[in-house]
């Protein structure tokens, strides 16, 4: 019993569980993408000042699209990896039931992906007229979004999450911050173009997708396996529930991340690209500050199902309890951070005409913050039974930011948008909050 309990508190000599995993894990993937902020800063100051505010705003909204698109039809395989798979960690028999569920989850990337790329030429076709899109940046938009759909890595992703290898995720994040610099100084010297930055763009993509294969085959060779894959049918009954997790799963992930694509692409529509580019900067660079909130989301998600899956409800309200102070100290001190050096941040890098993003960024920095604080909700939702209820709110929030974002844009323009994303965060947080309280007393 003391070993056990030693274990919940994260306190054995051994293994790392719970809170120091998290923050272990967390810390792999900060390595990863830390070196890649960094990185992003050289080369969104390259783009940023080689293509101008209306430049970068139409190369933002040619990115977003592809985005949006990919959030509709993409499934979250990497949550099914990691959510089933939990249990699958050790032993032949289990190994062998991984690998059913791994084979189904790559044969839904790959439908995912051909059902994204026929959306993508509806899509463009459509939007184009409505952001001033001609021929040549319609095809340039088709192309990324092509390029990006086809990239597939959410089911690699997942079995470097759940088999505990942040290490290596951390390596194949890497790649895309390497590939985007090293493109966009050549590209820079020789010939500056939209086009070419999206070929970059669109190449460290495809080349991220390589190295996460990669590195899941080399960490689980039994896992993918491709014998398993005529057997991918078998993962469905060998796993219940698994069908309505991954449509909840999927939709939840739609409904997260429409927000920000959604703000941006209508800003673009109703102010125009200007405004967008500088929307877009605010939004990149809040991103970059507020780096640690998705890091902390992807290895608490993996951690709350382990502990589920191996030690019980119990352990799991104290990584709960553990993790919520830690992350609305960290969510506040990210805030802090970026009121401080935000505006230095955007004058050095992208020049003074890109200051007036400056009030977006901290809207959008204390969003993100926000988000960060109430980070552990929506996993211990997902790794419990609360998926259905997880689904619910993210449509809850969602309807409610759409009523926000028009009211917003219409008295206050791209400002609006930003103040929404705010507001949203906000009901985002107590709603989650309440319920994963609520679904943590129920066992």
Request: a positive charge.
């Amino acid at each position: 019993m003391a070993e056990e309990a030693a274990i919940v508190t994260g306190k054995s000599s051994g293994e790392k569980t719970g809170i120091k995993r998290i923050i272990a894990n967390t810390g792999w993937l900060l390595g990863g993408k830390g070196f890649g902020g960094v990185l992003s800063l050289f080369y969104l100051a390259i783009l940023t000042r080689t293509l101008g505010v209306e430049g970068f705003g139409q190369f933002a909204l040619i990115t977003a699209t592809a985005q949006a698109i990919a959030l509709v039809v993409t499934f979250q395989t990497w949550q099914v990896v990691i959510r089933f798979g939990a249990r699958y960690l050790k032993g032949s028999e289990n190994r062998q039931k991984f690998g059913r569920l791994v084979g189904l989850c790559t044969l839904l990337d790959l439908a995912g992906a051909l059902a994204g790329c026929l959306l993508a030429f509806v899509a463009v076709r459509w939007l184009a007229p409505l952001f001033g899109w001609d021929e040549a940046l319609a095809q340039n938009a088709l192309f990324f979004a092509l390029a990006m759909l086809l990239a597939i890595k959410s089911t690699p992703t997942g079995i470097l999450r759940v088999e505990n290898r942040f290490d290596l995720a951390a390596y194949a994040e890497a790649i895309i911050p390497i590939v985007r610099l090293i493109g966009t100084l050549i590209v820079w010297y020789y010939h500056p173009t939209i086009l070419n930055f999206l070929i970059v763009w669109a190449l460290s993509e495809i080349v991220h997708a390589i190295g996460y294969w990669l590195l899941a085959a080399w960490q689980s060779p039994d896992i993918l396996s491709v014998r398993h894959i005529p057997q991918a049918r078998q993962a469905v009954r060998e796993n219940q529930g698994l069908g309505e997790f991954l449509w909840v799963s999927n939709l939840g992930s739609t409904f997260a991340g429409f927000s920000q694509n959604i703000a941006l692409l209508t800003v673009g529509y109703f102010v125009g690209p200007t405004a967008a580019g500088l929307y877009r900067l605010a939004s990149q660079l809040s991103v970059a500050m507020t780096k640690i909130s998705a890091l902390l989301s992807r290895a608490i998600f993996a951690e709350v199902n382990l502990i589920r899956a191996q030690q019980g409800p119990e352990a799991m309200a104290t990584l709960f309890r553990k993790a919520t102070r830690m992350l609305f100290i960290t969510g506040g001190t990210v805030i802090l951070v970026v009121l401080v050096i935000g505006q230095p941040a955007i004058y050095y890098m992208s020049g003074s005409e890109f200051l007036p993003a400056y009030p977006f960024l901290i809207l959008l920095a204390a969003a993100a913050s926000i988000d960060l604080a109430g980070a552990i909700y929506e996993p211990t939702l997902l790794s419990g039974s609360g998926a259905r209820t997880a689904l619910i709110l993210r449509a809850i929030t969602a309807a409610l930011f759409v009523i926000i974002l028009a009211l917003g844009l219409h008295f206050f323009g791209a400002m609006g948008a930003a103040g929404a994303m705010l507001i949203a965060a906000i009901i985002r947080l107590l709603l989650f909050g309440n319920a994963a309280r609520r679904n943590l007393a129920n066992g």
